[in-house]
C-alpha cells in the first residue's frame, strides 16, 4: 500500500509537461531574490574590497541556484498537482523569500536568517519527500539528498554562528559539500551513486523551466535599465546608454534563443541519457544567468555614467558580463549539437582584446562595443540559418560513440 502510494505521486507518462501555474507562482520570489543578487554586486563595486565582496555574492547566488535547480528537478519528476508535491514548493518559496531577504547582509548581522532557510529548504523538502514515498524505491533519492545536505549543513551552522572572520571559508567548505554531492548523484556508504543515466526527468518541462529561468535573468536587466533611468535626468547622454541597454538585452535573448534554446526539449527526449544531458545543462544556464546577471550591472554603471571616467572593475561586468554570456552559451550549442559556433569563440576573443583598450574610453563606448559584438553573433546566426532546413538536436552527452565536438561557422 505505501509503494502504490508512493508510486502515485511520480509524474505518470501521461502528465502534462509545461510548468505549472504553481512553478511560475514560484519563479516570483527568484525576481526578487535576482534583483538581490545585482544590487549587492553593485555596492561591491561602490564599497569594500572589491573582489572579496564579488566572491561572497557569488557564493550567495550559487546556493540560491541549488534551491531553483533542485525545485525544479523535483516538479520534473513528481506529479505537481499533488499535494505534498505543492506544499513542498510553497514551502521551498518561502525558505528562497527568505534568503532572499537576508542576501544583503548575509555575510553579516543576517547570517543565521541565510543559513537557517538555506538549510531548512535544503534537509527538510527531501525529507518530506521520502516520508511521501513510503516504502517506494525512489525513497532512496530524496534520502540521499538529506543526507549531504546534512554533512554540509555543519559548516553552514559553524560559519553562521561562528566567528565572521571564518564564515567565508567554511561557507565555501559547505558549497563545496553541497555542489560535490550534485555533481557525484550523492553517493552513500553500500547504496554508491545515483548514476544521472537512470535519472527519469519529464524533458520538455526541464527544458521550459530553463528557459524561463533565463527570461527571469533577462527580465532583471529590464528592471535595471528601467529603475535607473527613470531616477535620471531625461537627457541625451542617459537615454542613449537607456536605448543600448535595451538593444543589449534584447540581443541576449535572440542569442539564446537561436535554434539550441528552443531545442534542448527535443535534445532531452532524443537524449540516450536525458538525465546527463538535464544536469549538464543545468550547470551551464547558471553561468548563462551569471552572464545576464553580470551585463545588467553593467548597465547601471553606464546609465549613471555614459561619459563619465571609467573604472577598471566596471569592465568585469560591461564586457565581462557578456563574454561569461558567450561563452556559456557556446557549451550549451555544444550540449545540443556536438558543435560550436565560430562567431561565439570569435566574439569572446574580440571582447577579451578590446577590454584593455576600452579602459582608456568612456562607459557609454564599452557598452556600445559590447552591442556591436553581439549584433554580429546574432547577424552571423541569421545569414547562416538562412535558406537552411531547421538543424536536429544530436547530444554527445552520454553517448559511448559520439564523435569529438568541432566547429561551424
Known sequence: MAGERGAALLRPAGSHPRATFLELFFDLVFVFALTRVSQRLIDDIAGGPFLLGVVHTLMLLLALWLVWSITTWVTSRYEPDRLVIQGVVVGTMFGALVMAVALPRAFEERSVWFAGAYLTVMIGRPLVVAA???????????????????????????????????????????????????????????????????????????????????????????????????????????????????????????????????????????????????????????????????????????????????????LVFIVGGPAIFLLARARFEYEIFNRVSVSRVVAVLVLALVGPVLALGTPMLALTVVAVVLTGVAVTDAVRSRGRPPERAASPLGRTDSPRGRFSP
Request: aromatic share 10%; hydrophobic share 50%; no cysteine.
Open 132 to 314: 511521501a514515498l513510503g516504502g517506494h524505491p525512489r525513497r532512496e533519492v530524496p534520502l540521499r539528498l538529506a543526507a549531504w545536505a546534512s554533512a554540509g549543513g555543519v559548516p553552514w551552522l559553524v560559519g553562521a554562528f561562528g566567528p565572521e572572520e571564518l564564515r567565508l571559508p567554511l561557507w565555501v567548505v559547505a558549497l563545496a559539500v553541497d555542489s560535490t554531492g550534485a555533481l557525484l548523484g550523492w553517493p552513500l556508504p553500500r547504496w554508491g551513486p545515483a548514476r544521472t543515466s537512470g535519472w527519469r526527468i519529464a524533458g520538455e518541462h526541464l527544458a521550459e523551466r530553463y528557459q524561463q529561468i533565463f527570461l527571469i535573468s533577462l527580465g532583471e536587466t529590464i528592471l535595471v535599465i528601467g529603475l535607473t533611468f527613470s531616477g535620471r535626468a531625461f537627457s541625451g547622454p542617459h537615454a542613449g546608454a537607456f536605448a543600448v541597454a535595451f538593444v543589449t538585452t534584447a540581443l541576449l535573448w535572440r542569442i539564446y534563443f537561436h535554434r539550441a534554446g528552443h531545442l534542448l526539449a527535443e535534445a532531452l527526449r532524443l537524449a540516450r541519457s536525458p538525465g546527463h544531458l538535464g544536469a549538464s545543462a543545468g550547470r551551464t544556464h547558471l553561468f548563462i544567468i551569471l552572464g545576464v546577471l553580470s551585463t545588467g550591472v553593467g548597465y547601471e554603471l553606464v546609465i549613471v555614467h555614459p561619459f563619465g571616467r571609467i573604472d577598471a572593475t566596471w
